[in-house]
């Protein structure tokens, strides 16, 4: 099996800080991370590289340093780490980002097999959009499973998976052909502590670099700031509530009547909420 | 399991663990280094300060790409009460000099850029993994490590432990005994945030020039502790440490003393409109020249703080580790030149290398300080800085008391505080301990 796990390097949201005068966000000096969604999808690769033999490819796409975050994603036992930088690729948008990264994975096929399934994360915690996954999938044709709980099974052979995916109202269980692109839900597994080979291993792999002419890109208009039609227009940081706290009652009241006046207070000041709850009662 | 074997393993990436991997890759050893931290300098704390001519014995042209703050061209050394500081303050110019002598540095970006250089110089560097225990064979000689990852156990001719001043590894394998509460210092710092031309007005700096204070007092509530505060770039390095042995016994707790030194009046401007960006607490290893362990032994060299090499008197560390990582490295270069085996007897060079450097040297010379200073701590860092502070003060101050009376007030009250005797005990084993 060949699995290629798409991964954002970011900064660490734990530890950042957004400036108190132009409100944006202070990156200096921000310890970057692996996104934690895309920590899911790597160990549920590893997991079934590991039951069903293969190779875990894992490619970002980011500036040099996102090395790092390659080079940690072998530390846990990933097989071959492909870095996509370019200057053209800066201030790419999701759909920007989407291109180059299913025009690597397509490079990738050509080079070290043909994927049978492609994981990316659910989303990830700097820009939250939860796009380029589904992006790729439909860049590249491929079936879409998204949200996933769990792998219940695959099956190589018969190039089949069966998953179970978390949808409003309950859980649907899926199985669909491969290749398929597959976003892991948080929670779904936990990574695991790389064994001293992988780490010893990681510590001095080869990172495959590919600037967008590598990676065969040859539309440059799709990449980077050229090939990103989102705009970020105006960033605000929300401003405090007016509303103050206002107190209900006396001391000394009795709760029911302390009850009484505080239900009183709020049907004044949302009428809507008794409306609908004499609509509901005399249903 | 690794088949493969290196040269030597180099427990740490702080300092002297630098020092020794840079030194011994740089020789075409074969090196790992591993470091328990996320990256390198991301568990390392101190003040700080960094002196030029230790690193430019390892990394001569550092300055073109090492991340420093300020060159220090004043130094102020100030004897506080609780609402005065007596200083005395050196300022040079000649500090401003195409090679500074001394700078601040931010040791999360420090070593991180150093750890760049390991690797290049040719070091395998792994970080995020912990030495558990170390491989010894029949003979008792160190052979290699075991980590805390499957599969982890690695094999080296030699192992440095540079593994910081509480050594665990070290300790338990009988090489030493844990550090003792008297002779480690508990430091804790903040960082506090402040534009650059801020610093340089408040301080009387221009350019990359840094100053630094040095404080003792009654802040320290009768302890053996200092207080330094660093100015770096954007931003001051602020702290307070004392003997470990004097927090129990008085029951201080380390960031009431630095809320207290904050707020001092001397302080408290220097600081103002500043925001916290982090804080952080350390060991410090304070036992001097009787503190030192056994430095070296079948397979295995020790270095740094975890070797206690830390001039408390002259407050330098970082300069001792690399020193000692270094020609721990250039020993065990010489030894495996030769062909010859690890052994304790081989590395013993290690030790006479050392003896003859300048770490041996100066911690020999203020052996009986530690203990002096310990013994004395009500004197030194209570009754004398008040004294002195009186004196000062009554120095300065103007209101038509007869010179003579006031020179006499002043003196009675020396006397009376500490008594001719004590002064001149005070004075002679200051001295033969400096000495």
């Known amino acids: ?283 | 399991m690794i088949e493969e074997k290196f040269d030597a393993i180099v427990v740490g990436a702080g300092m002297s663990g630098n020092a020794a991997a840079y030194t011994l890759a740089s020789r075409g050893l074969k090196v790992l280094q591993l470091e328990r931290g996320e990256y390198a300098g991301s568990k390392n704390v101190q003040g700080a300060i960094m002196y030029a001519s230790m690193l430019e014995k390892i990394i001569p042209d550092f300055r073109e790409d090492a991340p420093l703050e300020r060159h220090l061209v004043e130094q102020r050394f100030w004897m506080m009460d609780d609402t005065s500081h007596t200083g005395m303050h050196y300022r040079s110019d000649d500090f401003n000099e195409e090679r500074p002598n001394r700078y601040t540095i931010i040791r999360a970006q420090f070593d991180k850029w150093f750890s760049r250089k390991v690797k290049q110089a040719g070091a395998t560097v792994l970080c995020e993994t912990t030495v558990t225990e170390l491989i010894r064979n029949t003979e008792g000689r160190v052979i290699g490590v075991k980590v805390d990852r499957a599969g982890g156990a690695i094999f080296a001719d030699v192992v440095v432990l540079a593994e910081g001043v509480n050594g665990l590894l070290g300790t338990r394998a009988g090489f030493r005994e844990t550090p003792k509460a008297e002779s480690v210092a508990l430091a804790v710092k903040e960082m506090h945030f402040l534009p650059e031309e801020v610093i340089a007005q408040r301080f009387g700096l221009s350019g990359n020039e840094g100053c630094v204070i040095e404080a003792a007092g009654t802040f320290s509530q009768g302890m053996t502790g200092l207080a330094f505060l660093y100015t770096n770039r954007e931003s001051i390095s602020i702290g307070v440490g004392c003997l470990v042995s004097d927090y129990a016994r008085t029951m201080e707790s380390p960031y009431a003393l630095l809320e207290q030194f904050k707020n001092h009046p001397s302080v408290r401007p220097l600081l103002k409109d500043t925001e916290v960006k982090e804080y952080a607490a350390h060991l410090i290893p304070e036992g001097g020249y009787k503190a030192i362990p056994q430095l070296y032994g079948d397979g295995w060299v020790v270095v740094g703080d975890a070797a206690q090499l830390n001039n408390a008197v002259h407050r330098e560390g970082s300069n001792l580790a690399m020193t000692s990582g270094r020609i721990a490295a250039e020993a065990i270069f010489q030894v495996k030149s030769r062909r010859d085996p690890m052994t304790a007897e081989n590395l013993r060079l290690y030790k006479t290398m050392l003896d003859e450097s300048f770490v041996i040297k100066d911690l020999k010379k203020h052996k009986d300080m530690p203990a002096l200073l310990h013994t004395n701590s009500q004197n030194f860092f209570m009754t004398y800085p008040q004294l002195m502070s009186a004196a000062a003060q009554n120095f300065v101050r103007v209101d038509g008391t007869p010179k003579i009376e006031k020179e006499k007030a002043t003196l009675s009250s020396i006397v009376k505080a500490r008594s001719r005797f004590g002064m001149v005990s005070d004075a002679v084993r200051l001295a033969f301990a400096w000495r």
């Not at chain 1, 105006?234 to 509530?241: D, G, I, K, Q, T």
Request: glycine content about 8%; overall charge neutral; some cysteine.
């Open chain 1, 1 to 283: 099996m060949h699995i290629i796990v798409c991964i954002k390097q970011v900064p660490d949201s734990a530890q950042i800080r957004v400036h108190p005068v132009t409100n944006t966000i202070m990156r200096q000096g921000v310890p970057t991370i692996i996104n934690p969604y895309d920590l899911f999808s790597l160990e549920e690769a590893l997991r079934l590289r590991d039951q069903h033999g293969g190779e875990v490819t894992v490619i970002t796409m980011g500036p040099p340093m996102a090395e790092d975050a390659l080079r940690k994603a072998l530390t846990f036992g990933a097989d071959r780490g492909v870095l996509l930088t370019d200057r053209y690729f800066a201030g790419s948008d999701t759909l920007a980002t989407s291109f180059a990264l299913a025009s690597a994975i397509e490079k990738i096929g050509q080079l070290y097999g043909r994927p049978d399934i492609v994981f990316a994360g659910k989303q990830t915690i700097d820009g939250d959009t939860a796009q380029v996954g589904p992006g790729i999938a439909k860049r590249l044709d491929l079936l879409q499973l998204t949200y996933v709980a769990k792998v219940s099974a695959a099956d190589p052979g018969k190039s089949e998976i069966t998953v179970e995916r978390r949808a409003e109202g309950g859980t649907q269980i899926l199985k669909t052909r491969l290749p398929c692109l597959i976003t892991m839900l948080e929670g779904s597994n936990e990574m695991r502590r790389g064994t001293m080979p992988d780490a010893l291993r990681a510590a001095r792999a080869e990172i495959v670099t590919w600037s967008a002419a590598d990676a065969g890109i040859e539309d440059l208009t799709k990449c980077g700031l050229r090939g990103s039609p989102t705009v970020v227009k105006h960033v605000f940081a929300p401003s405090a509530r007016q509303d103050k706290a206002t107190m209900v009652g006396e001391a000394g009241d009795l709760p029911r009547d302390l009850a009484d006046k505080l239900l009183d207070d709020v049907f004044t000041r949302q009428p809507a909420i008794l409306i609908a709850m004499s609509a509901l009662s005399s249903l």
